[in-house]
Protein backbone atom coordinates (compact mmCIF):
# COMPACT_ATOMS: atom_id res chain seq x y z
CA UNK A 1 0.00 0.00 0.00
CA UNK A 2 1.54 3.37 -1.34
CA UNK A 3 0.86 7.02 0.34
CA UNK A 4 -0.47 9.02 -2.22
CA UNK A 5 -0.97 12.64 -3.03
CA UNK A 6 -4.30 11.96 -4.59
CA UNK A 7 -6.31 14.20 -2.22
CA UNK A 8 -9.23 12.30 -2.37
CA UNK A 9 -8.35 8.86 -0.94
CA UNK A 10 -5.49 7.82 1.54
CA UNK A 11 -3.61 5.34 -0.30
CA UNK A 12 -3.11 3.50 -3.48
CA UNK A 13 -3.25 -0.32 -4.12
CA UNK A 14 -2.06 -1.34 -7.90
CA UNK A 15 -2.53 -5.02 -8.54
CA UNK A 16 -2.85 -4.31 -12.06
CA UNK A 17 -0.52 -2.13 -14.22
CA UNK A 18 -1.17 -0.35 -17.82
CA UNK A 19 -4.50 0.70 -19.34
CA UNK A 20 -6.01 0.28 -23.22
CA UNK A 21 -7.87 3.50 -23.36
CA UNK A 22 -4.91 5.04 -25.60
CA UNK A 23 -6.11 8.81 -23.48
CA UNK A 24 -3.69 11.53 -25.02
CA UNK A 25 -3.58 12.95 -21.33
CA UNK A 26 -3.04 9.64 -19.28
CA UNK A 27 -0.61 10.09 -16.18
CA UNK A 28 0.36 6.38 -15.48
CA UNK A 29 1.89 6.32 -19.04
CA UNK A 30 3.73 9.01 -18.28
CA UNK A 31 4.91 7.45 -14.84
CA UNK A 32 5.48 3.96 -16.82
CA UNK A 33 8.10 5.28 -19.08
CA UNK A 34 10.01 6.67 -16.29
CA UNK A 35 9.39 3.40 -13.73
CA UNK A 36 8.78 0.70 -16.15
CA UNK A 37 5.95 -0.91 -14.42
CA UNK A 38 4.87 -3.55 -17.42
CA UNK A 39 6.43 -3.96 -20.89
CA UNK A 40 3.74 -2.06 -23.07
CA UNK A 41 1.27 0.25 -21.49
CA UNK A 42 -1.30 -0.88 -23.56
CA UNK A 43 -1.53 -4.32 -22.38
CA UNK A 44 -1.91 -4.57 -18.42
CA UNK A 45 0.11 -6.53 -16.12
CA UNK A 46 -1.48 -8.38 -13.01
CA UNK A 47 0.80 -8.09 -10.19
CA UNK A 48 -1.17 -10.62 -7.75
CA UNK A 49 2.33 -10.06 -5.27
CA UNK A 50 0.40 -6.65 -4.25
CA UNK A 51 -2.88 -8.23 -3.51
CA UNK A 52 -1.04 -8.89 0.49
CA UNK A 53 -1.11 -5.17 0.90
CA UNK A 54 -5.31 -5.01 1.56
CA UNK A 55 -4.56 -6.71 4.91
CA UNK A 56 -3.79 -4.01 7.08
CA UNK A 57 -5.52 -3.49 10.23
CA UNK A 58 -5.24 0.36 9.75
CA UNK A 59 -8.50 1.63 8.65
CA UNK A 60 -7.96 3.85 4.95
CA UNK A 61 -9.46 5.05 1.78
CA UNK A 62 -7.87 2.87 -1.06
CA UNK A 63 -7.88 3.81 -4.87
CA UNK A 64 -7.55 0.05 -6.19
CA UNK A 65 -6.99 1.25 -9.66
CA UNK A 66 -4.63 4.46 -9.92
CA UNK A 67 -2.64 2.73 -12.54
CA UNK A 68 -4.92 1.08 -14.61
CA UNK A 69 -8.80 1.02 -15.60
CA UNK A 70 -10.59 -2.19 -14.00
CA UNK A 71 -12.92 -2.06 -16.20
CA UNK A 72 -10.47 -3.43 -18.53
CA UNK A 73 -8.75 -5.98 -16.19
CA UNK A 74 -9.09 -9.84 -16.90
CA UNK A 75 -12.34 -11.76 -14.77
CA UNK A 76 -9.78 -13.78 -12.83
CA UNK A 77 -7.86 -10.51 -11.49
CA UNK A 78 -10.98 -8.81 -10.53
CA UNK A 79 -11.94 -11.63 -8.77
CA UNK A 80 -9.08 -11.92 -6.73
CA UNK A 81 -9.32 -8.34 -5.61
CA UNK A 82 -12.81 -8.65 -4.68
CA UNK A 83 -12.08 -11.83 -2.67
CA UNK A 84 -9.22 -9.80 -0.83
CA UNK A 85 -12.04 -6.36 -0.28
CA UNK A 86 -14.13 -8.75 1.30
CA UNK A 87 -11.69 -10.03 3.20
CA UNK A 88 -11.04 -6.42 4.88
CA UNK A 89 -13.85 -4.74 5.22
CA UNK A 90 -12.25 -2.11 7.65
CA UNK A 91 -11.31 -0.70 4.60
CA UNK A 92 -13.16 2.10 1.66
CA UNK A 93 -11.94 1.26 -1.53
CA UNK A 94 -12.30 3.20 -4.69
CA UNK A 95 -12.30 1.83 -8.36
CA UNK A 96 -12.77 4.14 -11.55
CA UNK A 97 -13.32 3.40 -15.01
CA UNK A 98 -14.49 4.70 -18.41
CA UNK A 99 -16.05 1.17 -19.24
CA UNK A 100 -18.86 0.85 -16.69
CA UNK A 101 -21.12 -1.21 -18.35
CA UNK A 102 -18.46 -3.58 -18.86
CA UNK A 103 -17.25 -3.81 -15.41
CA UNK A 104 -21.04 -3.79 -13.99
CA UNK A 105 -21.82 -6.99 -15.84
CA UNK A 106 -18.64 -8.53 -14.47
CA UNK A 107 -18.71 -7.49 -10.86
CA UNK A 108 -21.72 -8.81 -8.58
CA UNK A 109 -21.59 -6.63 -5.77
CA UNK A 110 -24.12 -8.90 -3.66
CA UNK A 111 -22.25 -11.53 -4.28
CA UNK A 112 -18.92 -10.41 -3.44
CA UNK A 113 -20.55 -8.86 -0.03
CA UNK A 114 -18.92 -5.37 -0.76
CA UNK A 115 -21.89 -2.97 -1.20
CA UNK A 116 -20.30 -1.03 1.47
CA UNK A 117 -17.04 -0.53 0.92
CA UNK A 118 -16.46 -0.67 -2.40
CA UNK A 119 -17.47 2.45 -4.38
CA UNK A 120 -17.45 2.65 -8.06
CA UNK A 121 -16.89 5.72 -10.43
CA UNK A 122 -17.19 7.06 -13.79
CA UNK A 123 -14.54 8.74 -15.28
CA UNK A 124 -15.47 11.13 -18.18
CA UNK A 125 -14.09 13.95 -19.66
CA UNK A 126 -16.19 15.32 -22.53
CA UNK A 127 -20.05 15.53 -23.10
CA UNK A 128 -20.32 12.75 -25.53
CA UNK A 129 -17.69 10.30 -23.20
CA UNK A 130 -21.39 10.79 -20.67
CA UNK A 131 -23.45 9.33 -23.33
CA UNK A 132 -21.85 6.18 -23.18
CA UNK A 133 -23.69 4.97 -20.42
CA UNK A 134 -26.79 5.48 -18.64
CA UNK A 135 -25.48 3.17 -15.60
CA UNK A 136 -25.59 5.57 -12.82
CA UNK A 137 -22.00 5.40 -10.68
CA UNK A 138 -21.23 5.99 -7.14
CA UNK A 139 -19.16 8.72 -8.11
CA UNK A 140 -18.68 10.35 -11.66
CA UNK A 141 -14.47 11.87 -12.27
CA UNK A 142 -14.22 14.80 -14.41
CA UNK A 143 -10.52 14.67 -14.77
CA UNK A 144 -9.44 16.24 -16.97
CA UNK A 145 -12.35 18.58 -17.44
CA UNK A 146 -12.17 19.48 -21.53
CA UNK A 147 -15.29 21.12 -22.26
CA UNK A 148 -18.58 22.28 -20.64
CA UNK A 149 -20.30 19.22 -19.30
CA UNK A 150 -23.98 18.74 -18.34
CA UNK A 151 -25.11 15.59 -16.25
CA UNK A 152 -28.69 14.34 -16.38
CA UNK A 153 -30.59 14.95 -13.38
CA UNK A 154 -30.99 11.44 -11.28
CA UNK A 155 -27.26 10.27 -12.08
CA UNK A 156 -25.34 12.49 -10.20
CA UNK A 157 -24.32 11.15 -6.60
CA UNK A 158 -21.12 12.70 -5.85
CA UNK A 159 -18.51 14.70 -8.10
CA UNK A 160 -14.56 15.24 -8.47
CA UNK A 161 -13.55 17.89 -10.75
CA UNK A 162 -9.89 18.55 -11.68
CA UNK A 163 -8.01 20.18 -14.63
CA UNK A 164 -4.87 18.77 -17.01
CA UNK A 165 -1.96 19.15 -15.88
CA UNK A 166 1.42 17.91 -16.98
CA UNK A 167 3.20 19.88 -20.03
CA UNK A 168 1.53 18.00 -22.76
CA UNK A 169 1.30 19.90 -26.56
CA UNK A 170 -2.67 20.97 -26.59
CA UNK A 171 -3.13 20.93 -22.85
CA UNK A 172 -6.46 21.94 -22.02
CA UNK A 173 -7.07 24.94 -19.80
CA UNK A 174 -10.55 24.44 -18.26
CA UNK A 175 -12.52 27.93 -18.25
CA UNK A 176 -14.31 28.67 -14.48
CA UNK A 177 -17.54 28.73 -15.93
CA UNK A 178 -17.42 25.02 -16.66
CA UNK A 179 -16.78 24.27 -12.88
CA UNK A 180 -19.42 27.02 -11.50
CA UNK A 181 -22.44 25.08 -13.64
CA UNK A 182 -20.80 21.51 -12.35
CA UNK A 183 -21.56 23.21 -8.90
CA UNK A 184 -24.65 24.44 -10.27
CA UNK A 185 -25.74 20.92 -10.99
CA UNK A 186 -24.38 18.82 -8.56
CA UNK A 187 -26.09 21.23 -5.86
CA UNK A 188 -29.80 20.80 -7.46
CA UNK A 189 -28.90 17.41 -7.04
CA UNK A 190 -27.81 17.69 -3.06
CA UNK A 191 -24.53 15.94 -4.29
CA UNK A 192 -21.25 16.32 -2.88
CA UNK A 193 -19.11 18.67 -5.09
CA UNK A 194 -14.98 17.59 -4.61
CA UNK A 195 -12.60 19.81 -6.57
CA UNK A 196 -8.41 18.76 -7.13
CA UNK A 197 -5.96 20.88 -6.00
CA UNK A 198 -5.59 21.82 -9.75
CA UNK A 199 -8.53 23.52 -9.61
CA UNK A 200 -7.72 25.59 -6.48
CA UNK A 201 -6.17 28.67 -8.34
CA UNK A 202 -8.79 28.72 -11.26
CA UNK A 203 -11.67 28.77 -8.42
CA UNK A 204 -10.13 31.44 -6.11
CA UNK A 205 -12.49 31.77 -2.91
CA UNK A 206 -15.14 28.78 -4.68
CA UNK A 207 -12.84 26.46 -4.06
CA UNK A 208 -14.76 23.71 -2.03
CA UNK A 209 -14.20 19.95 -0.70
CA UNK A 210 -17.02 18.82 0.38
CA UNK A 211 -16.51 15.28 2.29
CA UNK A 212 -17.11 12.21 -0.34
CA UNK A 213 -18.96 8.83 0.91
CA UNK A 214 -15.79 7.03 1.64
CA UNK A 215 -14.22 9.82 3.99
CA UNK A 216 -13.07 7.62 7.23
CA UNK A 217 -13.95 8.98 10.56
CA UNK A 218 -10.43 9.64 12.29
Known amino acids: MNKTKI ?25 NKRFHFCKDWKVPEW ?17 IDSMSDIGTWEQEWLNAVMKAIKDNPQHRYIALTK ?26 TTQAQLWDSLVVPHFYSIEPILEPIMIPKDMMR ?18 KEWIDDLVRQADA ?13 LMGDDFRQDKLPWDIER
Open 189 to 201: QESAVFMKESLRQ
Open 158 to 175: SLIIGAETGNRKGKVIPK
Open 7 to 31: DWCDATINCVYGCPNNCEYCYGNVL
Open 99 to 124: RIEWLMNKINMTQYGILKTLFIGRSV
Open 47 to 63: KPEHLKEFYSKKSRSIF
